[in-house]
């Protein structure tokens, strides 16, 4: 009877486990919002992304040697010229939800390029974690597919 329950599960685990790994339930068990990307708009989109993690990273080694030009060069590359560059037929696609934590994102670092100018280094660093704050809250809600 154990033997002739142990076949069975096992033959059920074969029809289920294929069904576990394909891309398809990857999507199911997301529940983050799809953005509706085509493949080009997304390999685009993500190439922005890693400039962003780059100015942070910039930003973060400017202020760790008191480099106010540095700072500020980072900041500059993440600010209103990248939103600048989001092309008008993506935009105009762009839940306002997005939109809504995306723009305020790039008026941070565009805040952060005058304040390198003046502010203390603590008062920029709690800046940058205020930036990273919008990061962590548009990655939690939605995905560039
Ligand atoms: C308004 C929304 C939004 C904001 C703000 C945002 N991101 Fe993203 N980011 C996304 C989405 C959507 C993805 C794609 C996630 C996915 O499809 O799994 C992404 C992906 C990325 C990736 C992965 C890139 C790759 O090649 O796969 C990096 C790195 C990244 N973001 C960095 C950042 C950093 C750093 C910040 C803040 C300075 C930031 N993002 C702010 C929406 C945002």
């Keep these: 009877m154990t033997r ?6 096992i033959s059920l ?3 289920a486990l294929p069904t576990v790994t ?4 990857t999507h199911m068990t997301d529940p983050r919002t799809s953005l509706g990307m085509t493949p080009v708009e997304r390999a685009e989109f993500l190439s922005e992304m890693r400039k962003m993690l780059g100015s ?3 930003i ?11 700072i500020a ?13 989001t092309p008008d037929s ?4 762009l839940p306002q939800a997005f939109k809504d934590i995306g723009g305020p994102t790039h008026l941070m670092f565009e805040e952060l390029v005058v304040r390198a100018e003046t502010d203390d280094m603590g008062d920029l660093l709690k800046h940058t974690t205020d930036i990273m704050g919008q990061c962590m809250s548009c990655h939690s809600q ?3 597919d």
Aim: hydrophobic share 40%; with cysteine.
């Design 22 to 25: 394909s891309a398809e339930d």
């Design 60 to 70: 973060l080694q400017g202020i760790s040697t008191e480099d106010r030009k540095m």
């Design 90 to 93: 993506l935009r105009n696609r």
């Design 142 to 144: 939605f995905r560039a």
């Design 73 to 85: 060069e980072f900041a500059t590359q993440s600010g209103n010229r990248m939103a600048r560059a």
């Design 4 to 9: 002739l329950f142990a076949c069975l599960l």
């Design 56 to 58: 942070i990273q910039g």
């Design 13 to 15: 685990l074969g029809y």
